[in-house]
T-cell receptor, first 114, second 114 residues
Framework: DTEVTQTPKHLVMGMTNKKSLKCEQH?????MYWYKQKAKKPPELMFV???????INESVPSRFSPECPNSSLLNLHLHALQPEDSALYLC?????????????FGEGSRLTVL | GESVGLHLPTLSVQEGDNSIINCAYS??????FIWYKQESGKGPQFIID?????DKRQGQRVTVLLNKTVKHLSLQIAATQPGDSAVYFC?????????????FGKGNQVVVIP
């Protein structure tokens, strides 16, 4: 299994809602990542988890809350988002955090905040 | 919000011709450089990487060239096929010895004309 699976594929939420994005991989990878991608823009790193511990938070607002329940799962909890947070949220994994930078990306969750 | 009319640099190439995509990077201390391909509606997919102690690396139908003097990276695709139509991002690994912090370039759209 060489896939990173993200759910849901599409999500529409209001500014007062609480929702979660989920990511799963069964490649035995020990590093997982959240990226945000706006239309026509490159992916921007949000969070890095290494061995289930948060190792990088790229100054992401607290309305985004990551969680890594185990080495296969990564969640992104969303609360009180703004319309400008509408974007494609990409999850990725890699065998470890030391390496060339080859990440395995999921297809993303497209989020629309109304 | 999004800029109206924002678009990616676009390379239109005839099927069967070779494509060259260029990228400038900023950090002279970066050790690894990576090319990713992102098809419409999908997450980025690793193509090839190159370490800073190399000038050239070849894969299947792809070659990456690195010019450290002018901080320039290029991706050559031989005999371009319709399936090569995508957005191509270069990335530099800002911390290959821990955390795999990737900084993506702006992206280039490749359109293959059958």
């Amino acid at each position: 299994d060489t896939e990173v699976t993200q759910t849901p594929k599409h999500l529409v939420m209001g500014m007062t809602n609480k929702k979660s994005l989920k990511c799963e991989q069964h490649m035995g990878h020990r590093a997982m990542y959240w990226y945000k991608q706006k239309a026509k823009k490159p992916p921007e790193l949000m969070f890095v988890y290494s061995y289930e511990k948060l190792s990088i938070n790229e100054s992401v607002p607290s309305r985004f809350s990551p969680e890594c329940p185990n080495s296969s799962l990564l969640n992104l909890h969303l609360h009180a988002l703004q319309p400008e947070d509408s974007a494609l949220y990409l999850c990725a994994s890699s065998p470890g955090t030391v390496g060339t930078g080859e990440l395995f990306f999921g297809e993303g969750s497209r989020l629309t905040v109304l | 919000g999004e800029s109206v009319g924002l678009h990616l640099p676009t390379l239109s190439v005839q099927e069967g011709d070779n494509s060259i995509i260029n990228c400038a990077y900023s950090n002279s201390a970066s050790d690894y450089f990576i090319w990713y391909k992102q098809e419409s509606g999908k997450g980025p997919q690793f193509i090839i990487d190159i370490r800073s102690n190399m000038d050239k690396r070849q894969g299947q139908r792809v070659t990456v060239l690195l010019n450290k003097t002018v901080k320039h990276l290029s991706l050559q695709i031989a005999a371009t096929q319709p399936g090569d139509s995508a957005v191509y991002f270069c990335a530099e690994n800002l911390s290959p010895h821990g955390n795999n912090r990737l900084a993506f370039g702006k992206g280039n759209q490749v359109v293959v004309i059958p």
